[in-house]
């Protein structure tokens, strides 16, 4: 069929219908004259349906680009964390999702809905659609704890309680915050971590003087930052643990910088006093000089109790502060224990035998088995189980309970809030379809702007939080020279895939508590892939650590050794050359490096090979001996010349 004819049929010109056809997916050239005509009857058939579709479509794209040059023309600045799902950034944007899929695009970043990207990409997207970016991790806490507190909304309930406390125990690692928690509850928590280091969020309930108390345990590490800020935002009260023998840390500090700005009550825990190194005092007069924190005793507000996990001494007076303290703030912990559950995830990670898995903290209602579950607006799933923090199964969960949910259908991310809805209000159509082994983008540099030696890494952990925690904690290694690059971060074992993405991206497979069979260790041999696993978090740091270490290149720096003054020449042979001297300066020793100085200026370099004094070969001379030198130089030495003589160190930069 003629062009002509077909443009006459759809009531079109010529032109028209050349500009629209490849459009609507039939790209028959700009110049054709004639056209088959079994493909003009499908075009004549799909006309008015596809023309429909793309002035739609072209619509959109319009509605896009005035979004756009709207955000360009008032120039907004948005607030996001370090990281953020491309879904919840085109809602921050103000923009559709497509929109935002297309810019990561065009940098080379395939990302889908719910994977996450860093700051840095959001950034770059952010300054090509004419938005602002700036770091907010504190506006994000905040917007969770008024999401919480809107969730939590208890005005006109007639059915109020005062909930049982949350208590967040805090400290540097190793002071001693799980034996703590171990001899309050008399259980053996220690042993179960590895190191005897708390690397996850566990959360335990105690009963004192017929009152139930809930413990909120979080990691002292550094790497846990973020894991003890959600352990301070989900709790009422709060002890900060301190070591008798050792006194203020950085992590402690960092620590009641977190207690403070959560405005949270807290009791300061002195711990090992039965040590013979202890010393309670002076750990008190640091309190007061480092953190302004005045004992009751010392005419101050800081309550502190001395005690020994290890012998159980201090620990009944401290069980009672905590009591005392959670009366004089009961107001604030009133709850509806007939409200449909709500609360904070404190830990998700996938069970080999339950699937994914999730500690919920419950803040107001009761939890019970058969409950919809949402997260961010999205369908989690059905209560199948619950389960205490002693692994025994319940019905329900009531206000400040800790417990286990089974039946979920993906891990949500800590420090999300949870509630329950009713079947008739979920809606259907945000049922999530996150995998077990969910990824989250990461663009450590810009490719353009790094010309140093990356790292890649893909890394796969136990539980989300630990992976979240070695993330935040590499990251911070990056330098000029060196850089890691998280390639991939998911959950569960180190699978074939795994080592799939790591060959194609020549990186390394790290595991933290996670298991690998045999089938992937043969497949990773094959593609020369490393793959390493860890228990103990810090373990992993310090080999990554090591690892960019090697990668530095040293600085040279020069050592200037001392002086000689050339008295004798004795003989000169191309290179090498063998003259008499006095020491005028410092100490030279063999197989040094030299400058030969005349006239105050240096006229060349040479190398400093043997030393003699008293016709025996020595390793040094000292100032104003006399020595023989072989010296190899290109310069041809005099009498009266200078040589100073110096080595150089390769100097490495620490990490």
Same mark, same amino acid.
């Given at each position: 069929m003629n062009i002509t004819e077909l443009a006459r049929r759809l009531r079109v010109s010529p032109q028209e219908l050349r500009d629209t056809l490849p459009k609507i997916g039939f790209d028959i050239g700009q110049k054709a004259i004639k056209i088959d005509q079994y493909l003009a009857q499908r075009i004549i058939r799909e006309w008015p349906r596809l023309t429909r579709d793309l002035k739609n479509r072209e619509e959109r794209e319009r509605q896009q680009e005035e979004a756009v040059a709207t955000a360009r023309a008032e120039r907004r600045v948005v607030k996001i964390g370090p990281v953020i799902t491309v879904k919840d950034l085109a809602n921050v944007f103000g923009l559709p999702v497509n929109r935002i899929l297309t810019e990561l695009m065009q940098n080379g970043i395939f990302a889908s809905l719910n994977e996450k990207i860093d700051f840095d990409t959001a950034t770059i997207i952010g300054s090509e659609?004419?938005?602002?970016?700036?770091?907010?991790?504190?506006?994000?806490?905040?917007?969770?704890?008024?999401?919480?507190?809107?969730?939590?909304?208890?005005?006109?309930?007639?059915?109020?309680?005062?909930?049982?406390?949350?208590?967040?125990?805090m400290g540097h690692v190793d002071h001693g915050k799980t034996q703590l928690l171990d001899a309050i509850r008399h259980t053996d928590v220690v042993a179960t971590e590895a190191g005897g280091i708390t690397q996850h969020i566990g959360a335990y309930q105690i009963s004192r003087k017929d009152k139930e108390v809930t413990f909120v345990d979080t990691p002292g590490h550094e790497a846990f930052t973020a894991m003890r800020k959600r352990g301070a935002k989900v709790a009422d009260l709060a002890i900060l643990v301190i070591a008798a023998d050792d006194g203020i840390k950085p992590q402690t500090i960092e620590a009641y910088r977190i207690i403070k700005e959560a405005k949270i009550p807290f009791v300061v825990a002195i711990n090992k006093i039965d040590k013979p190194e202890a010393n309670v005092d002076r750990v008190k007069q640091e309190l007061a000089n480092e953190l302004g924190l005045v004992p009751e005793e010392w005419g101050g507000k800081a309550i502190i109790c001395s005690v020994s996990a290890r012998y159980g001494q201090g620990i009944d007076e401290l069980l009672d502060t905590i009591l005392l303290l959670a009366d004089l703030n009961a107001e604030a912990r009133l709850a509806d224990p007939l409200a449909k559950a709500v609360g904070t995830i404190i830990e998700s990670h996938i069970d080999k035998g339950?699937?994914?898995?999730?500690?919920?903290?419950?803040?107001?209602?009761?939890?019970?088995?058969?409950?919809?579950?949402?997260?961010? %607006?999205?369908?989690?799933?059905? &209560?199948?189980?619950?389960?205490?923090?002693?692994?025994?199964?319940?019905?329900?969960?009531?206000?400040?309970?800790? &417990?286990?949910?089974?039946?979920?259908?993906?891990?949500?991310?800590?420090?999300?809030?949870?509630?329950?809805?009713?079947?008739?209000?979920?809606?259907?159509?945000?049922?999530?379809?996150? %995998?077990?082994?969910?990824?989250?983008?990461?663009?450590?540099?810009?490719?353009?702007?790094?010309?140093?030696?990356?790292?890649?890494?893909?890394?796969?952990?136990?539980?989300?939080?630990?992976?979240?925690?070695?993330?935040?904690?590499?990251?911070?290694?990056?330098n000029e020279e060196v850089a890691v690059r998280i390639i991939y971060r998911g959950l569960g074992n180190i699978?074939?895939?795994?080592?799939?993405?790591?060959?194609?991206?020549?990186?390394?497979?790290?595991?933290?508590?996670?298991?690998?069979?045999?089938?992937?260790?043969?497949?990773?041999?094959?593609?020369?892939?490393?793959?390493?696993?860890?228990?103990?978090?810090?373990?992993?740091?310090?080999?990554?650590?090591?690892?960019? %270490?090697?990668?530095?290149?040293?600085?040279?720096?020069?050592?200037?050794?001392?002086? &000689?003054?050339?008295?004798?020449?004795?003989?000169?042979?191309?290179?090498? %050359?063998?003259?008499?001297?006095?020491?005028?300066?410092?100490?030279?020793?063999?197989?040094?490096?030299?400058?030969?100085?005349?006239?105050?200026?240096?006229?060349?370099?040479?190398?400093? &090979?043997?030393?003699?004094?008293?016709?025996?070969?020595?390793?040094?001379v000292v100032t104003d001996q006399e020595c023989g030198l072989q010296i190899e130089s290109l310069e041809v030495l005099k009498v009266g010349d200078i040589l100073r003589i110096y080595r150089e160190d390769e100097v490495f930069k620490k990490m």
């Open positions: 659609l004419g938005i602002g970016v700036v770091a907010s991790e504190e506006e994000a806490m905040d917007n969770d704890i008024n999401e919480l507190k809107e969730a939590e909304n208890i005005s006109g309930s007639n059915n109020l309680i005062v909930r049982p406390p949350i208590v967040v125990v339950e699937g994914p898995v999730a500690t919920v903290l419950v803040h107001n209602g009761t939890l019970k088995i058969g409950d919809n579950l949402m997260c961010n %607006q999205q369908y989690y799933g059905k &209560v199948r189980a619950l389960k205490d923090y002693r692994g025994q199964l319940i019905q329900e969960a009531g206000p400040s309970t800790p &417990v286990k949910v089974i039946g979920l259908r993906a891990t949500p991310e800590i420090g999300d809030i949870v509630r329950v809805e009713s079947v008739e209000h979920r809606n259907k159509t945000k049922i999530i379809a996150k %995998q077990e082994n969910q990824a989250i983008i990461t663009k450590v540099q810009d490719d353009n702007s790094f010309k140093g030696t990356p790292i890649n890494l893909v890394i796969k952990t136990d539980v989300y939080g630990s992976g979240e925690a070695i993330e935040e904690s590499l990251l911070k290694l990056n699978t074939e895939g795994d080592v799939v993405r790591a060959a194609a991206n020549q990186a390394k497979v790290i595991g933290f508590n996670v298991g690998v069979n045999a089938q992937v260790e043969d497949l990773a041999r094959d593609k020369g892939v490393l793959i390493e696993r860890y228990q103990i978090i810090y373990d992993l740091i310090d080999k990554v650590r090591q690892d960019m %270490q090697a990668l530095m290149k040293p600085e040279i720096k020069r050592i200037n050794l001392g002086q &000689v003054k050339v008295l004798a020449i004795f003989k000169q042979e191309g290179m090498t %050359q063998i003259v008499g001297g006095k020491v005028i300066e410092g100490t030279i020793r063999a197989d040094s490096l030299l400058e030969v100085v005349r006239g105050g200026e240096v006229i060349g370099q040479g190398k400093l &090979v043997h030393l003699q004094a008293g016709r025996q070969e020595v390793k040094e």
